[in-house]
Structure formats: C-alpha cells, structure tokens
C-alpha cells in the first residue's frame, strides 16, 4: 500500500495560483507513475497531469499551459503548480503514486481518453475552490 497526502488546498479568485504538493510514503521504480487527479460534485474523477521517472508528463487539454506537475524525489513529494485557475477548475484534488503503465498509456492517447486506474491508493484530497 502506497500512503499519499495531500497538501495546499485554498479558495482563491480567478486568475490566481495554487501550489499543491503531495507526500509519497513509498517512493521508488514501484512508485515511478505518478500523477494528479480531481473531482468536482455531480462529476466523475478525472485525470489532471501525470508524470513518469523520466520527468515525462501528460496533461489534461482544460489545464494545459496553466498547470505544471513535477516531482522532488529527494523529497518524496508531488507537485501541482496551477496558474491562472479558472472557476471551473473547483474541485476536490487527489494524488496518486504507484499508476504502473497510466503514464504509457496517457501519453500515448490522453488523459481524457483513460479513466483512473481502479487499483488506486486514494489520498483524502485537498479542496481547491476559484471564485469569479
């Protein structure tokens, strides 16, 4: 079991930025796939950016150009580095280590086109809310 927690949640105004960060209790080859998801009320879970061991990264077309993921492997720790945030972008934001071939696979088609990984160890998410 991989153990993640989330941090860095806020209400902000449009156009403002949020920093999210998320600590990995295992983090190695195992945990090399790993990636940033949200879920808005009335809405299914889905796939914001995922980055590989390569630094290789995938995002959603609503975030591209305004979010960067990135990781700290000294650290143990995933970023979310969000700009511009939009109210569309409110939502209840997970992380996830350990996604084995979601990075592959996202790269390939894109995140929209996958669904997350059913064998996911789910964090309990941090609010992100952005008011007009």
Same mark, same amino acid.
């Given at each position: ?19 999210? !960060?998320?600590?990995? +209790?295992?983090?190695?080859? +195992? ?16 796939? &914001? *950016? &995922? ?5 290789? +990264?995938?995002?959603?077309?609503? &975030?591209? @150009?305004?979010?960067?993921? =990135? $990781? ?11 700009? =511009?945030? $939009? ?9 996830? *280590?350990?996604? @084995? ?30 008011? !007009?």
């Amino acid at each position: 079991q991989v153990n993640v927690a989330e941090f860095g949640g806020g209400s902000v105004q449009a156009g403002g930025s949020l920093r999210l !960060s998320c600590v990995v +209790s295992e983090y190695g080859y +195992s945990t090399s796939c790993m990636g940033w998801f949200r879920q808005a009320p009335g809405k299914e879970r889905e796939g &914001v *950016a &995922v980055i590989d061991s390569d630094d290789t +990264s995938t995002y959603a077309y609503s &975030v591209k @150009g305004r979010f960067t993921i =990135s $990781k700290d492997d000294a650290k143990n720790t995933l970023y979310l580095q969000m700009n =511009s945030l $939009k109210p569309e972008d409110t939502a209840m934001y997970y992380c996830a *280590a350990a996604l @084995g071939r979601y990075c592959y696979v996202t790269y390939l088609t894109s995140l929209s086109a996958q669904k997350p990984p059913n064998d996911v160890d789910w964090g309990q998410g941090t609010q992100v809310t952005v008011s !007009s």
